[in-house]
Nanobody
């Protein structure tokens, strides 16, 4: 069993930055992939970024490429999402998720564990 807890959300002006954290507890294997997703009101949950727990593989949605950076600190069992040049359309609840292997990381249904989410609001 894996528990995920997100933090770091908040209110920021357009053009600003935020860093989200996802603390993982439980049995995290080196094969795991960690993802960030977001869900805006009235919209489906969408993929943002993913990273492998043991290697440097990363993958980003086109909408955030060049603005967001996903990283991890294995010693702290924590995954981060650095968000720069934020836009009002980035406003959403951001979720951290874990899956047992890399592959098809953009598909919501492939993830086994989810956090409770953290709200990010970008004002114009």
């Amino acid at each position: 069993q894996v528990q995920l807890v997100e933090s770091g959300g908040g209110l920021v002006q357009a053009g600003g930055s935020l860093r989200l954290s996802c603390a993982a507890a439980g049995r995290i294997l080196s094969s795991y992939a960690m993802g960030w997703f977001r869900q805006a009101p009235g919209k489906e949950r969408e993929f943002v970024a993913a990273i492998t727990w043991s290697t440097s593989n990363t993958f980003y949605a086109d909408s955030v490429k060049g603005r967001f950076t996903i990283s991890r600190d294995n010693a702290k069992n924590t995954v981060y999402l650095q968000m720069n040049s934020l836009k009002p359309e980035d406003t959403a609840v951001y979720y951290c998720a874990a899956k047992t292997h890399w592959g098809l990381v953009a598909a919501t249904k492939n993830y086994d564990y989810w956090g409770q989410g953290t709200q990010v609001t970008v004002s114009s």
